[in-house]
């Protein structure tokens, strides 16, 4: 019974909120036009940078721990992406750069960001934040040459990575904290009102894209990737963490965040470089529908 209690106070308290949201943004865009690019570009260029900003410029987190959790985030990310590009060896090489770029990806931004910090306040979602802007800086660097196949110019990379403005966010924010700069009351204002849209409305934009995902693919292709990307990502978590010596809330949030559902950014980079755009539209689906299981019982397994 008390295993039953705490799933439940689990789902109620962390789970459930973020599931209405993102209910409410998928029934929105079910029955009105809602620009999910716009918005999208809006979270991106403006209410997400901006909760990053706060969140390390107000933090006290060591630049040791920085280090570790963005060290962890990346052997997360290019393991499961290892393992996504192995388990797919009988596909066609477009479908096997897809369900690589699907395990490696995960949801840290929509859903890792709130759930982090429903589960743990403003100290988790700190760390998670460094973990969000370090898939984000691998995604738009190694998740371009694997959704373009080896195809894309390294220059074209770069040039996507110097247009994620989270990254000047995160830099801003660490150098400013640490310096201790004092900034304008009406200037903090301003950051608080714009980072204190992202998560809401990342939870709405998740849902109203959810809901243009299709739903086709063989089952086999879906049921092997959302078991990398939603069971092998914590488990590679576990095994980095011990072998770096990673405790308390830092492994917490590794753990955590490596449990996330595939990102929506994948059919970002599929739908540009034709890397099965509908098969990555669907494992995406799949893995968020699932991950309000398996991450339920991830919490519980780390509270």
């Known amino acids: 019974m008390a295993i039953l209690d705490t799933l439940a106070l689990i789902l109620g308290q962390t789970i459930l909120p973020i599931s209405l949201v993102v209910f409410v943004g998928f029934v929105l865009a079910r029955y009105m036009s809602l620009n999910t690019q716009t918005i999208g570009r809006v979270t991106f260029y403006l209410f ?14 060591d630049y040791s721990t920085v280090g570790r959790t963005a060290l962890l985030a990346a052997l997360v990310f290019l393991a499961s992406g ?19 770029l699907t395990s490696a990806l995960s949801n840290n931004g929509n859903m890792g960001l709130s759930v982090s ?6 100290a ?21 040459f694997v959704a373009s196949s080896g195809r894309a110019e390294p220059v074209q990379a770069l040039r996507r990575t110097a247009q994620v ?26 950051v608080d009102t714009l980072a204190s849209a992202a998560v809401p409305t990342l939870l709405v934009l998740l849902g109203a894209q959810l809901s243009h995902a299709p739903i086709q693919g063989r089952q086999q292709v879906l049921a092997r990737t959302a078991i990398i990307r939603l069971a092998g990502g914590p488990i590679l978590a576990v095994l980095f963490c011990a072998l770096f010596g990673l405790q308390g809330l830092e492994r917490t949030i590794v753990i955590l965040q490596s449990a996330m559902p595939t990102a929506v950014t994948a059919t970002v980079l599929a739908t540009e470089y034709d890397a099965a755009p ?6 995406v689906a799949t ?8 991450v339920s019982g991830v919490l519980w397994m780390l509270t």
């Open 48 to 61: 997400s940078p901006a909760l990053i900003f706060r969140g390390l410029y107000q933090t006290d987190l």
């Open 82 to 100: 290892l393992l996504g590009w192995l388990s797919s060896v009988a596909e066609e090489r477009r479908r096997r750069a897809a369900i690589a």
């Open 117 to 122: 910090l429903f589960a743990f306040g403003e």
């Open 124 to 144: 988790g979602m700190a760390l998670a934040m460094i973990y969000f802007v370090t898939t984000a800086f691998l995604g738009n660097t190694v998740g371009v």
């Open 165 to 190: 403005p989270m990254l000047y966010g995160a830099v801003l924010g660490l150098l400013l904290g640490y310096f201790q700069v004092e900034l304008p009351v009406g200037l903090m204002r301003s």
């Open 278 to 283: 509908n098969l990555v539209a669907t494992i």
């Open 287 to 294: 893995t968020t529908v699932l991950s309000l299981v398996t």
